[in-house]
């Protein structure tokens, strides 16, 4: 769901550069790790590189992918999940050409913090049902609000942007464009919901450390 360069207007991505900035500043003063969970957080966030690299091309001119968000968000913190999915977003923005630059506070502002926050609280308030069903949920969801956020973002881009009626970066409407996004997002989100309940289950079977919730 990564957003390229050239999709977005300067008054769109400047502000939410913006906004990325203040979020990076309340995470720096609110994220603290135990030494021993250094690792676990590093591997994780590896898995989470990989499976954002995997995208596949959608018709709205982005893409669609796995994220391991709500892992790590449950795991570990929501403010620390941001932080380290900010980090692998940013090195594939920079490096590997995986979202643009110029977009790049957009795309951690949906993916790092909409996607860390929404399946933290999900998993949160679906866990007193039940907990495997909370980590399903969860997973789905961390991946359905950011495809959200980026379609609406990319949708609005002919209100913003445009001369003569024409538009002047990204040129199809919401509805367009929620649909190109959410329809394979929805399908997606099972396997994500499906990772999500495994590797929680196989971490809290075998690295008890890793837990803070419990």
Do not use: C
Not at 41 to 62: D, E, K, Q, R
Not at 75 to 91: D, E, H, T
Not at 136 to 144: D, H, K, L, S, V
Not at 161 to 189: M, N, Q, R, V
């Amino acid at each position: 769901m990564h957003i390229p360069d050239g999709f977005v207007s300067p008054t769109t991505y400047i502000p939410l550069w913006g906004l990325t900035a203040v979020l990076w500043y309340q995470a720096f003063k609110k994220v603290s790790i135990e030494s021993e969970q250094i690792s676990f957080l590093s591997a994780l966030s590896a898995l989470s590189f990989v499976l954002m690299m995997i995208a596949i091309p959608l018709p709205a001119g982005t893409s669609a992918h796995l994220s391991g968000v709500a892992l790590i968000s449950i795991l570990f913190s929501p403010y620390l999940a941001f932080s380290a999915l900010s980090m692998v977003i940013v090195v594939e923005a920079l490096f590997f050409g995986e979202g643009g630059i110029t977009t790049l506070g957009i795309n951690v502002a949906a993916i790092a913090f909409l996607g860390s926050f929404s399946a933290y609280y999900s998993y949160k308030l679906f866990k007193k049902i039940n907990e495997t069903l909370a980590l399903f949920i969860a997973g789905w969801i961390g991946m359905n609000i950011p495809a959200l956020f980026v379609a609406l973002i990319l949708g609005l881009q002919p209100l913003i942007a445009s001369a003569s009626g024409e538009p002047l970066f990204f040129p199809f409407d919401i509805k367009t464009t929620t649909i190109a996004l959410i329809l394979p997002h929805a399908l997606l989100g099972i396997v994500e919901g499906v990772i999500t309940v495994t590797l929680y289950r196989f971490l809290k079977r075998n690295f008890k450390t890793v837990f803070t919730d419990e």
